[in-house]
């Protein structure tokens, strides 16, 4: 029996050394970032739902939904071509987790923003990663609505709450048989100050969290405080390329200062928008992207998957499909 997501992943935190996780935004750069030898992956943005309250006998929304300003960057750039506004719907997000897990072998971590509300939220925010198949989920301690990390303008809700989010996240876990894995981020260091946010990561730990990250470390001194506490929780860094305020350390400075996992959220969403507007300048002046920019034809099939394809298809073949092969026919329905 193949072991679940969750126990990959927990495999992962438990092998030596610092692990590498580009963040992915659809099918595609998922099966990307498992071909390029990556042993697991994070969603770049949130795929669950957005705003409910789940009782025992009715679900309501808690908030308007178009003022939730969740970590869905790349998925709502990608999908839809707009900004992470709210505009992307409940089940847009959830079909596009459904593709990208069901696209890849390896472990995937989502992004549960703050869980979507209190307690119950949270709850069954987790629920439905479960569901999804997820082996990971990050919640955090910012209100509702939340600011994009790294920016100005962030808000936490007190500590008891922030610490109960993570306590019902373990909670419904347990209450799903489940081993999904929770990470808990605490965006306190900006809001309030770094030495609140080391407060909550060590209330984190104790309450069960799974793997501890506080956002927007601002210099390596403090990344190393940060990875002192609770020693035997997990640290994850989350290295926002292009300008954020949180160093960027190659791995083996990574592994020195003690973190486990480290997150690139915006890499492969950022050089995809660039190679794309360079082939558009070089079309758009008659010409087709440089030898080297852009893959062969062969190439693309093979990342797609027409060549796995076609060896499965073989195993189904009848006399007549080889007839017609040989004889250069093509059938109805075949390319």
């Keep these: 029996m193949a072991e ?10 438990d092998s030596p050394g610092v692990h ?21 992956c994070f969603t770049s943005g949130s795929i669950l739902p957005v705003g409910y309250v789940c009782c025992e006998t009715m679900t309501v929304p808690y908030h308007d939904p178009t003022t939730q300003k969740g970590r ?19 089940g847009e997000m959830m079909d596009q987790g459904r593709q990208i897990i069901q696209a890849v072998s390896i472990p995937i971590i989502a992004d549960g923003d703050n869980g979507y509300g209190n307690a119950m939220n949270v709850k069954r925010t987790i629920r439905e990663a479960i569901r999804a198949g997820y082996a990971g989920i990050f919640l955090e301690d910012q209100v509702s609505p939340k600011a994009c990390g790294h920016t100005r303008g962030r808000k936490v809700v007190p500590r ?21 894995v929770i990470v808990a981020r605490t965006d306190s260091r900006q809001a309030i100050s770094f030495e609140e946010s080391l407060w909550r990561s060590q209330a984190f730990a104790d309450v069960g969290a799974d ?12 990344m190393k405080a940060f990875c002192e506490i609770a020693p035997s929780v997990p640290k994850m860094a989350n290295l926002l390329e292009g300008g954020g305020k949180t160093p960027i350390l190659n791995p083996t400075e990574l592994e020195d200062v003690g973190f486990k996992i480290a997150a690139y959220p915006l890499s ?4 995809s928008i660039r190679a794309m507007q360079n082939a558009l300048t070089a079309i758009k002046s008659g010409q087709i992207p440089s030898h080297g920019s852009i893959p062969t034809f062969e190439e693309i099939k093979d990342i797609v998957g027409f060549n796995s394809y076609y060896e499965e298809e073989k ?11 040989q004889n250069g026919i093509v059938k109805l329905g075949k390319e």
């Design 315 to 325: 195993r189904y073949a009848t006399n007549t499909d080889q007839v017609a092969l």
């Design 20 to 40: 590498l996780g580009p963040a992915c935004f659809d099918a595609l750069s998922a099966k990307l970032v498992e071909r390029a030898g990556f042993d697991y």
């Design 268 to 271: 492969l969403m950022g050089v």
């Design 160 to 180: 008891d709450e922030a610490v109960m989010r993570i306590k019902a996240a373990i909670d419904a876990r347990k209450e799903s048989g489940s081993d999904i």
């Design 211 to 222: 793997v501890l990250l506080i956002d927007a470390l601002a210099s390596r001194e403090e």
């Design 4 to 13: 679940s997501p969750a126990k990959a992943l927990r495999r992962i935190l």
């Design 72 to 90: 869905r960057f790349s998925i709502s750039a990608a999908r839809l071509g707009l900004p992470d506004v709210g505009l992307i719907s409940f």
